[in-house]
């Protein structure tokens, strides 16, 4: 055979590439999800779809299923990836708290809050806070699946935590008050109290020392006296 010719084994293998992967896109899956949490934030996961998710962003439903293949995947990485850092972050200035001599209940709740109320400051951190807000109206399975994943490992720690500086509590008063605590600065977060209403400023201005009100509001609620 003449090196002029070839045979099919001789040509070059076509490289396959997984279908509706648009070429010089590689940050889509961050956009899929920044667009997916402001809507799951402001219309539930029921009232969201994944075509409109596509329509958003002007691509086709076909590529938000390449990427996360299915709705209930998507809201658990819209979910684990702001959520996940929280805790992670909450251990970390635990950690550092242990080897403090000297600490005090209001450094816990510090601890505990200034990682969510970081996300404040920037829209998809808002969205993220309502979406987390707005979370027990979701479906109980997804709903306890993903707060279990996220918080349960973080939110035992700091219950421990808290029993050593408050020994006369309980563990259930304990996180009966966690709960609170939590329910607390989620409301206050997620843009939809009242407090626009009775301060007539702009957002910026009505929500200035909000962080620090809710650390002294915690602070408080934790070490008020055992009812039992």
Known sequence: MSNSQTTASDKPARRTRRPGRPEGQTNLADEILDAAEIMFAELGYSGTTLRQVAEKLGVTPAMIAYY??????????????????????????????EGKPGKIVEDLVRAFIEPS?????????????????????????????????????????????????????????IYQRMSLLIGAYLYAFSGTSRLGEFLVTDEGESTRGLTENIIAFGTAGMMSRSNV
């Open 68 to 97: 996360f293949q299915s709705k209930d995947n998507l809201f658990r990485a819209v979910f684990l990836r702001r959520g996940q850092g929280i805790s992670d972050s909450r251990m970390e200035r635990l950690s550092e708290l």
């Open 117 to 173: 109320a970081r996300l404040y400051g920037d829209q998809q951190g808002r969205a993220f806070l309502r979406l987390h807000a707005r979370l027990h109206m979701e479906p109980e399975a997804l709903s306890f699946e993903l707060r279990r994943t996220v918080y349960n490992e973080s939110t035992r720690a700091y219950a421990r935590a808290f029993a050593e500086l408050l020994p006369q509590l309980s563990e259930r008063e």
